[in-house]
């Protein structure tokens, strides 16, 4: 793993450390199947202190992160709004979260601000307090633990039947800004012959980058907007919302005609029986709510892989993955 230690892009994780953290969340999840198991996990980190640094709205990734340092014996601290810090006073958010790393062991971020991450990171390698940073979601361009979850997910989805080598993958939505589709279409290329499909309004397709990164990794891929084709021949379908919070003009994402991109209950019947069906939520009218009593569908339980698979990659940060790993109860 790249990057001094913080987690910043996807593009850092390579497959034998994907395939470590499969194992390592598998043995997490059995630790929590008893008393004595969770408080062994609460004993390997109660030294340790973190800051959730959210200055973009969050539940899921913010509460998972913050279950996942209690799960560990974390104290944790959190910044859920700049406008209750200094940086109301005109502090800059460089000095602020310099100022953080005085108190912690580990600064996990969110922010609407693209390559926020990646530029405290350097600061804090430069400082006397190099404290680890996580990506908890940066603007349009990363969400690198959205994405640990998504393999995750995937990987236990088709434990029998193959692993997700050679599986078809369809993303759906603004495939544009979503963060969650870039970042996981980057680990799709240490999976070989795995194959992704777009489907989405020309207005929200992939960007040329991603295009690029799916080329140089020889990964074959597919954009339409013949929605039923696309999950017909899927394998898994991983649908997405509107990213309309970065619009350049207010309500500009409205006057686009996503109504062909929707799954509905009807659209089950033509799907495989075997597919799994994936959202990162929150959803709105993308995906049915009658959708949630299908056995294919696995975004409530790919939502809690989320909390476990945090709970590994902190593990793996701050050092005692070990002693997950090796331990018998």
Known sequence: MKNNGHIL????????????????????????????????????????????????????????????????????????????????????????????????????????????????AAILDSSDRPVPIINAGSGPDEHPTQALLDIYTLQRSFKELGGIEGKTICMVGDLK????????????????????????????????????????????????????????????VYMTRIQDEYDDHAGASAKVDTSAFCLRAEHLKIMKKTSVIMHPLPRRTELDPAIDSDPRAKYWRQERNGMWTRVALITMLLGVDQQILLPEL
């Open 177 to 236: 800004r979503g963060r969650t589709v870039r970042s996981l279409s980057k680990l799709l290329t240490l999976y070989p012959g795995a194959k992704i499909i777009f489907a989405s309004p020309d207005a929200f397709k992939i960007e040329d980058d991603l295009r690029t990164i799916l080329k140089d990794g020889k990964v074959e891929f597919l954009e339409t907007s013949d929605f039923r084709d696309a999950i017909t021949n899927s394998d898994a």
């Open 9 to 120: 892009s996807a593009s850092q994780f390579d497959r034998p450390f994907l395939d470590k953290m499969y194992r390592l969340t598998n043995k997490i999840r059995r630790f929590d199947k008893s008393k004595e198991g969770l408080l062994y996990l609460q004993s390997l980190l109660p030294h340790k202190r973190a800051i959730l640094y959210f200055t973009q709205p969050s539940t899921r990734t913010f509460l998972s992160f913050q279950s996942a340092c209690h799960i560990l014996g974390m104290k944790n601290s959190e910044i859920r709004d700049a406008t209750t810090s200094s940086e109301r006073k005109g502090e800059s958010v460089e000095d602020s979260l310099r100022t953080f790393s005085s108190y912690v062991d580990l600064i996990v971020m969110r922010s609407p601000v693209r390559g926020l991450c990646d530029r405290m």
